[in-house]
């Protein structure tokens, strides 16, 4: 058996400064599967201090197995474990553990005010909040899907995600995210 690797930060880091587009894989990134998520070659530009290191550190993860219950890349995370491993590892923020008790952390922002590096939530199994993701920018979030899948980005924009939208919640102070640099 194949064992999953983590990305390093240096190789992440190429892969937001220097995207590939393939064709025929539309809103979604997977690790075997890289797909332009950025419109230019100063994405990686764009980001700073605290919100940087959390996108380096989920793009690490991209490819790591499912787990219900998961909390540890080694063995498999899911959405909320992703999101807990993050943020710990990124910063040192302890998170709750479950998508729902983290949708209650934080300032409640609105769709418009996204910016990389607030908690996205859906409802995913008929009720509110039982889905999590980090907000990447341009739309694309980063999460652990479901039994089967892996670690990966997905385009917000897509219909399932627009119908099951839920709402956002910022845990960064403003200096602390996305600065765009145009």
Known sequence: MLKKYLLSPLFAAA??????????KAGSVYATEL?????D???FERYTN?????????????????RMGGTNPDVGLDCSGLVQVVFKEAIGMLLPRTAREQSQVG????????????????????????????YLG???????????????IEDMR???????????????AREEQQSIVR
Do not use: C
């Open 35 to 39: 797909h332009r998520i950025v419109e």
């Open 138 to 152: 341009d739309n694309r979030f980063l999460h652990a899907p479901r039994s089967g899948a892996e670690v990966r």
């Open 41 to 43: 070659a100063s994405f």
């Open 107 to 134: 300032a409640v922002i609105g769709r418009q005010e996204l910016k990389a590096g607030d908690l996205v939530f859906f409802n995913t199994m008929r009720r509110a909040f039982s889905h999590v993701g980090i």
């Open 158 to 172: 897509q219909s399932y995600w627009i119908n099951r939208y839920n709402g956002a919640r910022r845990l960064l």
């Open 50 to 66: 605290s919100a940087q290191d959390l996108i380096l550190k989920g793009l690490e993860l991209i490819g790591i197995d499912y």
């Open 15 to 24: 892969l937001m400064a220097f995207p590939v587009v393939l064709p025929g």
